[in-house]
């Protein structure tokens, strides 16, 4: 069966300081693969998407950046955090056409 | 933005049928109808999904109108561990984004 993971599950960072999240999918092969960010309270907000190795779709101009170097890895970084990157951090996947995405259990970002 | 409407909150005595409403009055017709849940401080948890016939799985029944302008999600016997938030979706083959609106506050009570 299919899994997906994501680490760390929690994670405090100072304003300023770089930034990287993965997430890797095992039991399937060329994903799409997707980041997602979701503040309190609030829906969930894509970020990148990608359907395959190097090819990165950003859906909302910021200062994160994504990268996909292998078919089942998907990376999430930035060089400098802002206080605004605070946020929960969802990595999903799916198959193409009708299939639903599957979320992990997300990195809770905090920034200082 | 999120093309579905949802009762901001709902409440649901232990044992009974939750069922959860959902208005997607624009769809069209190639758009499948997507549910999801979400349990405090963990990713969303997919549901069932369909696009014109009703769908039932080990986890819910998912009833959609005959215009497909709305939709309701049952669980047939709820738990408390199916306090949650619910969100519907629409979304069809092509796009990329699941747009996850505020959805329903799910409260089931002892």
């Known amino acids: 069966s299919q899994t997906i993971h994501q680490w760390p599950a929690t994670l405090v960072q100072p304003v300023g300081s770089p930034l990287s999240l993965e997430c890797t999918v095992e039991?399937?092969?060329?994903?799409?693969l997707y980041w997602y960010r979701q503040a309190a309270g609030r829906g969930l907000q894509l970020l990148f998407y990608s359907v395959g190795i190097g090819q990165i779709s950003s859906e909302v101009p910021q200062n994160l950046s994504a990268s996909r170097p292998q078919d089942r890895q998907f990376i999430l970084s930035s060089k400098k955090l802002l206080l605004s990157d605070s946020g929960f951090y969802l990595c999903a996947w799916t198959t193409d056409g009708n299939q639903p995405q599957h979320f992990g259990d997300g990195t809770r970002l905090s920034i200082l | 933005d999120a093309k579905t409407t949802q009762p901001p909150s709902m409440d649901c005595a232990e044992g009974r049928a939750a069922n959860l409403p959902c208005n997607h009055s624009?769809?069209?017709?190639?758009?499948?109808v997507y549910w999801y849940r979400q349990i405090h401080s963990q990713g969303p948890q997919y549901i069932i999904h369909?696009?014109?016939n009703n769908e039932t799985n080990e986890m819910a029944s998912l009833i959609i109108t005959e215009d497909r302008k709305s939709s309701t999600l049952i669980l047939p016997h709820a738990t408390l561990r199916d306090t949650a938030v619910y969100y519907c979706i629409v979304r069809d083959n092509y796009g990329q984004n699941f747009v996850f609106g505020p959805g329903t506050r799910l409260s089931v009570l002892p």
């Open positions: 039991g399937t092969s060329n994903p799409n």
């Open positions: 369909g696009l014109k």
């Open positions: 624009t769809i069209s017709g190639n758009e499948y």
